[in-house]
């Protein structure tokens, strides 16, 4: 987009807060951004052409469009615009990462407000206070003020009529003086808010407020004479001390900054901050920043502190950083980088704690179990399928014969996406005569799941029939009636269109011919077939090899096979001896075997 293109649609562009949004002529979003006035903000790009960065110019010209969205404050624009870009991930936009949710402190909005930790931000005029990375901290400072300002914990309505009409009843939380009871009007509304005013104080950082508020209630106790509960607020000044001194880095001489410590590593930059509040550091955040072009350096980090000041609502007007090419578009910051004094130790304090949060994820990363092929494989073929487990163990099965005869049956076992060939059975279908897999896929199924029940092994994560409906039926029926059909997931594949069939559904399932999931479906259904035909062949060299003996006078078909699976070859059984072929026949058998290859005629002996 040019700058006449833009200034025929300036006039349009309103001067409100928003998010606006640059599209290419594919209309695929490319940059997302927040503005006070849109139309001032987007006027910016097409005026001063001297002071716009290479990938801004670049930026402008591939957009075809703009678009953009009116919003109250600019509070709502960021929100808005985080959501934008996480939706889109536009490439010239800086991604923050954000695998987290933080969690908050929330000060409702309602009479007798609660204090409670929230993940959740409502946007209802309730309070936030937050994002704390760190729930044990959240812990603590809830666990301070229930010390020092009890409060209720009860989601009633107490409005003034409610509590006028006599409603409710305190609880145990009144009587173990964790609250006072405005349900019942033992407390003032008054008296209640200024509890949370002291809250907020806490909240904000502002020590100094809570603790005179403390000093004046002891001393107010203290002129009526009430010594008890003068004593109590002396305790809670304790109690608020000792708090003060284990939470907080004291500096005399600083007041509200915000620090920021920088460190960039493999396409990632890093951002430690540490928020101060009279002089006391009151909440810390590390930002990762994803780096998706070539962009300097200072521009990156002043996006990214912009932001991060926004997320923590600071309004300090100071920001203490390492480098001094960090640019933020409020030229009112001031920006310091300090040599020495206090300044300076906070600042090596934020470059630590970067180091810690390095070291600490690499520690994690070395320690993650590394994601092999064959675990990828599993994964994306448990997605495929929808299935509730990894499928770790996965067995398949064929049938093979030719017109009916010598039929027999494969079960071939995979094992983390890989042949596990000493768990291969093969089964000689006994119950079926003539062609019908249908038949012979029932008796298959049967003894191996029979088999595997009754001697407690253990059952396959997913069993694949090589058929289509027809077939995988008869399977579903088998292992419903061995009580296992909730357990063992089922499916069948159809040769022609690759076509992935559930037990009951008419529908098929088409996965992409890429994945590697349906490769690996191929495979087992391809190395079924394999050890099917395999074994097939085997039966039928079989079959005729015992019809060639059972043609000697005398020897019948089961003394054939037992030869056979003894000397494994018609070739060695006629070259064994007399003695040889014996131990595995009768004497009288043996000779009648013997000499029938060596051209005896023992009638003529």
């Not at 992935?500 to 529908?507: A, K, M």
Request: charged share 30%; net charge positive.
């Amino acid at each position: 987009m040019n700058k006449k293109q833009f200034s025929e649609m300036s006039n349009s562009i309103p001067r409100k807060p928003g998010v606006y949004r640059f599209v290419d002529e594919a209309g695929t979003v490319i940059y997302v951004g927040k503005a006070k006035s849109l139309r001032a903000r987007l006027s910016s790009y097409f005026n001063s052409q001297n002071t716009k960065s290479s990938k801004t110019s670049m930026m402008v010209a591939q957009a075809a469009n703009i678009e953009y969205t009116i919003v109250e404050t600019e509070h709502d624009a960021l929100l808005l615009e985080n959501t934008f870009i996480k939706s889109w991930q536009p490439k010239y936009n800086v991604m923050l990462k954000d695998g987290k949710s933080y969690g908050y402190i929330c000060i409702k909005k309602e009479n007798f407000p609660r204090v409670f930790y929230t993940r959740t931000v409502i946007r209802d005029g309730s309070r936030y206070f937050g994002p704390y990375t760190s729930k044990y901290k959240v812990e603590q400072i809830l666990h301070l003020i229930k010390k020092l300002f009890p409060l209720r914990t009860c989601s009633l309505n107490l409005t003034p009529a409610n509590i006028k009409a006599g409603k409710f009843k305190v609880c145990l939380e009144y009587h173990i003086k964790n609250c006072m009871g405005p349900c019942e009007g033992f407390e003032t509304e008054e008296e209640y808010d200024r509890k949370i005013q002291q809250i907020i104080n806490i909240m904000k950082g502002n020590f100094v407020e809570v603790k005179n508020h403390l000093r004046e209630e002891m001393a107010y106790y203290a002129e009526r004479l009430e010594f008890e509960q003068a004593e109590i607020c002396k305790e809670k000044l304790s109690l608020f001390d000792d708090y003060q001194s284990k939470s907080m880095v004291v500096s005399p001489v600083i007041q509200d900054v915000d620090v920021f410590a920088t460190f960039m590593e493999k396409g990632i930059a890093y951002i430690q901050y540490l928020k101060i509040v009279n002089g006391a550091l009151i909440n810390t955040f590390i930002q990762e920043v994803v780096l998706n072009l070539n962009d300097d350096e200072g521009k990156i980090f002043g996006y990214a502190i912009e932001r991060i000041r926004d997320k923590f609502g600071s309004v300090a007007s100071e920001i203490i950083v390492a480098d001094n090419r960090i640019e933020l578009e409020d030229s009112a910051i001031k920006i310091t980088v300090p040599v020495i004094g206090d300044k300076k130790k906070l600042l090596e304090l934020a470059q630590k704690n970067i180091t810690y949060y390095l070291l600490q994820k690499k520690k994690e990363n070395a320690s993650k179990p590394k994601v092999t092929s064959e675990m990828r494989i599993m994964q994306t073929l448990k997605q495929d399928l929808g299935l509730e487990k990894l499928p770790v163990h996965i067995e398949c099965f064929d049938n093979s014969n030719i017109q009916g005869t010598n039929p027999v049956s494969s079960c071939v076992v995979f094992k983390n996406a890989k042949p596990s060939k000493k768990d291969y059975r093969k089964f000689k279908v006994k119950t079926v005569i003539g062609p019908d897999d249908f038949a012979s896929m029932r008796e298959a199924v049967t003894r191996r799941y029979t088999r595997v029940l009754a001697e407690g092994g253990e059952l396959p994560d997913l069993v694949i029939i090589d058929g289509g409906k027809g077939q995988l039926g008869i399977a579903y029926e088998v292992l419903k009636s061995l009580g296992v059909d909730d357990k063992v997931p089922l499916i069948g594949i159809a040769k022609r269109l690759e076509e992935i069939f559930f037990p009951g559904d008419s529908v098929p399932l088409y996965i992409n011919k890429k994945s590697e999931s349906l490769k690996l479906i191929q495979h087992l259904r391809n190395e079924a077939h394999r050890f099917a035909i395999t074994y097939h062949r085997h039966r039928r060299s079989m079959n005729f090899t015992v019809s060639e003996l059972t043609q000697i006078p005398g020897i019948g078909k089961k003394t054939s096979e037992k030869l056979l699976r003894h000397f494994k070859s018609v070739k060695r059984l006629a070259s064994a001896t007399l003695e040889e072929i014996s131990t595995v026949a009768g004497k009288h058998q043996a000779s009648l075997v013997f000499n029938y290859y060596h051209s005896l005629d023992t009638e003529e002996e």
